[in-house]
C-alpha cells in the first residue's frame, strides 16, 4: 500500500488510475445525466402539456435546494465514496425500473414527477460528495489539473449526452433512452468501487456529534476561513449574474434578433468551445500562479463580455462573444472550485462543496423569473447590462479582498 500511494505521487493526474478511474465514473454518470433529463423532458411533453411538462421538470430543484447541506453531513460523516456509489446505484435501479415500466405500460405524468423527486433527493446527495472525492485521490499539487479534466469530462457529457439521448428515443423510444441512462449509471459503479481513499488526519476528523451538530460546525468553519468565506460569496455573486443571461435571456435575445433555436445552439456551441478551452489549459498545465488574482481579473473581463452580448447585432459576433463568455467564465469558474479543492480542510470538503452548490445550482435558478419579468419590464440590453454587473461585482470582490486575490494553487 506504501509503494502504491509514494507511485501515485509521482504522477501527474492525467497519469494517475485513481484519477483516471474517477474521471471515467464521472463521465459515465453525466453522460447518464444528459441522456436522463432528454429522456424525461421529451417523454413529459409528450404525456401532458408544456406547463405540465415544465412542471416536472423543476419537481428535483426543491429538495435539491432544501436537502444540500444534509447531503454535504452526510458526504463527510459517511465518506464520498460510499455516498457516490448509493447515488449513482439508486439512479440506476429507479432508471431502468421507469424504462421497464414504459416498456410495459404507459405511465402517466404522476410516475415521471415520482422519479425527479427521487433524482433532486439523491442530486443533494451526489453533488457535495462529487465534489469532496478529488482531494481524497490526487494529490493537492494536481487539484487544479484535476479540475480541468473534470471540466473536460463536463463538456463531453453535455455535447455528446444531448444526441445519444435523441438517437435512444428516435430508435427504441423514451424506454430505450431510459435504459441507455441507467446503463450509464451502472457502468460508474465498479469505477467507483476501485477508487481508495486518502485517509483523513486522526484530528481533522469531526463526526463524533450529531448531523445538526456537524452542520453547524461546517458553516462555522467556513465563515471563519480567510479564503473560502469570501469564495463563497463570489460564487453566489458570480453565479447569481450569470445564470439568467445565459438561461432565460438568451432565448429572448435570439428571438428578437431573428436567430431561431439555431442561433441559440451555435451561441451555446461557441461558449462550450471556450469553457472546453478553459478546461484543456488548467489540465495541461496543472497549475496557474496568481489563481485568485487571475480568477477575478478574468471573471471581470467575462461580464464585460456578458453585457456585450445583449447590443450584439450578427450572430457570428455573438458566436465570438459567447466564445469569450466560456473561455474567461470557464477560467475563472475551474479556479474558483481549485481553489476551494485545495483550502478546505478534507474532514469539511463535502459541506463547504454543499454550501457551493447551493448557492450555484439552489440559489442562482431563482434569477430565471426575475430575468423574465425584468425583460419584459425593461428589456434585454439593461437586464444584461446589470446581470453583467453583478458578474463583475464578484470579479472586483475577489481583488478587493487580501487573501483571496493572493489566493495561490500548491506546487
Known amino acids: 500500500m506504501t509503494a502504491t500511494v509514494l507511485g501515485a505521487k509521482e504522477r501527474p493526474a492525467h497519469r494517475d488510475p485513481q484519477v483516471l478511474r474517477w474521471l471515467g465514473a464521472y463521465t ?56 457516490v456509489i448509493a447515488s449513482d446505484t439508486a439512479r440506476c435501479l429507479v432508471v431502468l425500473g421507469l424504462a421497464a415500466t414504459l416498456f410495459l405500460a404507459s405511465p402517466g405524468l404522476g410516475a415521471l414527477a415520482a422519479v425527479a423527486l427521487v433524482f433532486g433527493v439523491v442530486d443533494a446527495l451526489f453533488l457535495p460528495a462529487v465534489g469532496a472525492l478529488p482531494p481524497r485521490i490526487a494529490e493537492r499539487d494536481q487539484l487544479a489539473r484535476v479540475q480541468g479534466m473534470r471540466g473536460l469530462s463536463h463538456r ?23 435504459g441507455v441512462a441507467g446503463t450509464l449509471f451502472a457502468l460508474s459503479i465498479p469505477l467507483l468501487s476501485a477508487l481508495r481513499l486518502r485517509p483523513l488526519p486522526a484530528t481533522d476528523d469531526t463526526r463524533d456529534g450529531t448531523a445538526l451538530r456537524d452542520l453547524a460546525d461546517g458553516l462555522r468553519y467556513l465563515r471563519g476561513h480567510r479564503v473560502l ?14 445564470a439568467g443571461p445565459f438561461n432565460v435571456g438568451l432565448a429572448v435575445l435570439a428571438d428578437q434578433r431573428g436567430w431561431g433555436a439555431s442561433g441559440i445552439g451555435w451561441i451555446l456551441a461557441g461558449f462550450g468551445t471556450g469553457a472546453g478551452a478553459a478546461s484543456l489549459l488548467l489540465t495541461v498545465r496543472g497549475r496557474v500562479p496568481r489563481a485568485g488574482a487571475v480568477s477575478g481579473w478574468t471573471m471581470t473581463l467575462g461580464a464585460t463580455a456578458i453585457g456585450v452580448l445583449a447590443y450584439t447585432t450578427h450572430l457570428p459576433v455573438a458566436v465570438a462573444v459567447g466564445l469569450a463568455v466560456g473561455l474567461l467564465a470557464g477560467l475563472s469558474g475551474a479556479l ?52 453583467a454587473a453583478v458578474c463583475a461585482l464578484a470579479g472586483l470582490f475577489t481583488l478587493a479582498v487580501p487573501a483571496l486575490r493572493r489566493a495561490e494553487l500548491p506546487r
Open 28 to 83: 459515465a454518470s453525466t453522460l447518464g445525466d444528459s441522456v436522463y433529463y432528454l429522456a424525461l423532458s421529451w417523454t413529459a411533453v409528450s404525456s401532458g402539456s408544456p406547463a405540465q411538462a415544465g412542471l416536472v421538470m423543476a419537481v428535483s430543484a426543491v429538495p435539491r435546494a432544501l436537502l444540500m447541506l444534509g447531503g454535504g453531513v452526510i458526504a463527510d460523516r459517511l465518506g464520498p465514496r460510499r455516498v
Open 229 to 242: 468565506g469570501p469564495l463563497i460569496i463570489v460564487v453566489l455573486l458570480s453565479d447569481l449574474g450569470f
Open 336 to 387: 474558483c472550485n481549485a481553489l476551494l479543492q485545495t483550502e478546505c480542510d478534507p474532514a469539511y470538503l463535502g459541506r463547504v462543496t454543499a454550501v457551493a452548490s447551493l448557492c450555484s445550482l439552489g440559489l442562482a435558478p431563482l434569477s430565471f423569473p426575475l430575468t423574465g419579468a425584468a425583460i419584459e419590464l425593461w428589456g434585454i440590453g439593461p437586464v444584461y447590462v446589470v446581470s
Open 156 to 178: 463531453l457529457g453535455s455535447v455528446l449526452g444531448g444526441p445519444l439521448g435523441g438517437l435512444a428515443v428516435a430508435l427504441g423510444g423514451p424506454a430505450t433512452a431510459f
